[in-house]
């Protein structure tokens, strides 16, 4: 196996089980030119928690919530913030299809971008939408895309991203497709996302909805064997038969 390099760069999370960090540090290695990232967690906190102001679980139907009380909170499964309102994802594991298309993507995107100055991130990794102040106390809305591009690095920090990536995927599962459709989607045009893709991985479907005017304009449903191409990449190519592969999802 080849020494590991280090970088702080891109990052594939696998575990079994989410913990909420502040901060991460990735580790990198390449096998047979298909690179894999690992991220191994470290807290990194922007500000000391006394053990006492931590939260169990709060209330999921008070609020609005901030993303200073989500800092505080010790969810079982990864919850995200809309407007001040908990949604809670899926407790269990996503579904093998899930995985295999977001590695897949996650690995054409990370290839693509290797030198240039936008960064990719795979989920769990929190991104913040302020409205106004960038304080946390007036954060309402955080959540965790599928994969994030980040082309304004001035938008990263030690805790994610601050501000609207320049494209965000959303692969969609039995659990999630309502949040990705109703709520995700006008979050994504109110803050800004430039390009947001929605993948259906039990249909071989995907849908680009790029930003035009401050509304969402849609494409036409691709399919397997379709090349894409990103207007926010210029350069990129991804024929969608490399992502669904004909695999028994």
């Not at 290797?114 to 991130?121: D, F």
């Not at 849609?218 to 207007?231: Q, V």
Request: aromatic content about 14%; glycine content about 6%; charged content about 25%.
């Amino acid at each position: 196996m080849p020494k590991p390099d280090i970088t702080l760069k891109h990052s594939l999370f696998f575990q079994d089980k989410f913990l909420k960090t502040n901060g991460f540090i990735t580790l990198g290695f390449g096998i047979d030119n298909f690179k894999f990232m690992i991220m191994k967690e470290y807290r990194i906190p922007s500000r000391i928690i006394d053990p006492a102001d931590r939260v169990e679980e709060p209330d999921v139907n008070a609020g609005p919530y901030s993303y200073a009380d989500y800092l505080t909170w010790q969810f079982e499964e990864m919850v995200e913030l809309i407007h001040g309102k908990i949604f809670k994802k899926a407790a269990a594991a996503p579904r093998r299809s899930h995985q295999m298309v977001s590695g897949i993507l996650f690995n054409k995107l990370f290839n693509f971008l290797e030198g240039k100055k936008c960064h990719v991130y795979l989920a769990p990794f929190d991104v913040r939408f302020p409205k106004e102040s960038k304080a946390d106390k007036d954060v309402y809305n955080v959540v965790q895309p599928d994969i994030s591009v980040i082309c304004d690095l001035s938008k990263l920090d030690v805790r994610g991203c601050i501000g609207a990536p320049d494209l965000v995927v959303e692969i969609l599962s039995p659990g999630n497709s309502q949040t990705e459709i109703r709520y995700k989607y006008g979050l994504y045009e109110e803050f800004g996302v430039k390009e947001y893709w929605i993948i259906h991985p039990i249909e071989f479907s995907l849908f680009i909805y790029t930003l035009k005017d401050g509304k969402f304009q849609s494409s036409r449903p691709f399919t397997s064997g379709d090349l894409i191409t990103s207007e926010v990449l210029p350069g990129f190519h991804l024929d969608l038969k490399d992502v669904f592969r004909g695999y028994d999802f």
